[in-house]
C-alpha cells in the first residue's frame, strides 16, 4: 500500500508492504519513506502501535484518528499531527481546497481535559487557526479550523473534562 503523508508542511511518499504473514498480532513489514527504507515489527496495543525497527529501535505509539484523513500520533516526549491522502478530503465541487462548506463541528479526538479556549462565539477564524487546546495523556493538543468562518457556538470551557467525541466548537 502506498499513502501521501502530510506532516508540518512536507508531504511524504509512504509505501507500506507486509514481509511474511501478517494478521491483526501485528507481523514483519518493510517500510519506505520516500527513498528510505527499514523493516518493522509491528505490534497493536491498546493506545496505538509498537513498533522495532531492524536496528532495535523500540518506537511506542498512541494514534487517534479524526475526521478528513488526519491522524495524532503521540510518541513518549512529542505529538505528531499527519494528514494521511489528504488531497482526496480536500476536493469539493468548486474544485478549490477550503475544506467544503456548511458547518463544521469540532469534537474531541479522545478523552481529556479542556486546557484552554483560544475563541470566542462571533469570532472569525482562518484556516488551521488554533480554537481549542485538549490535554490527553500528558500531552496537549491544539484542535485547529479546517477551513475560514464564524464561530457558532463554544460549548466547552477551560478546564473542563470531554469524553471522546464530544463538541468543543461549531464554526460556519
Do not use: C, Y
Amino acid at each position: 500500500m502506498t499513502f501521501e503523508v502530510e506532516v508540518a508542511g512536507r508531504l511524504r511518499r509512504v509505501a507500506i508492504e507486509p514481509v511474511g504473514p501478517a494478521d491483526a498480532a501485528g507481523g514483519r513489514f518493510r517500510v519506505a519513506v520516500d527513498d528510505h527504507v527499514l523493516e518493522v515489527d509491528a505490534r497493536p496495543t491498546d493506545l496505538g502501535l509498537s513498533l522495532i525497527t531492524s536496528d532495535r529501535t523500540v518506537l511506542d505509539a498512541a494514534l487517534t484518528g479524526l475526521p478528513r484523513g488526519e491522524w495524532i500520533v503521540e510518541f513518549p516526549h512529542v505529538v505528531i499531527r499527519a494528514a494521511v491522502d489528504a488531497r482526496r478530503f480536500r476536493r469539493t465541487d468548486s474544485g478549490d481546497a477550503s475544506g467544503g462548506s456548511g458547518l463544521q463541528r469540532l469534537v474531541a479526538p479522545m478523552p481529556g481535559r479542556v486546557v484552554r479556549v483560544l475563541v470566542k462565539r462571533g469570532d472569525e477564524v482562518q484556516a488551521r487557526q488554533g480554537l481549542v487546546v485538549v490535554e490527553a495523556m500528558k500531552m496537549e493538543n491544539e484542535l485547529r479550523a479546517a477551513r475560514a468562518g464564524r464561530v457558532t457556538d463554544v460549548a466547552v470551557v477551560e478546564g473542563a473534562s470531554v469524553e471522546s467525541g464530544r463538541l468543543l466548537v461549531v464554526v460556519e
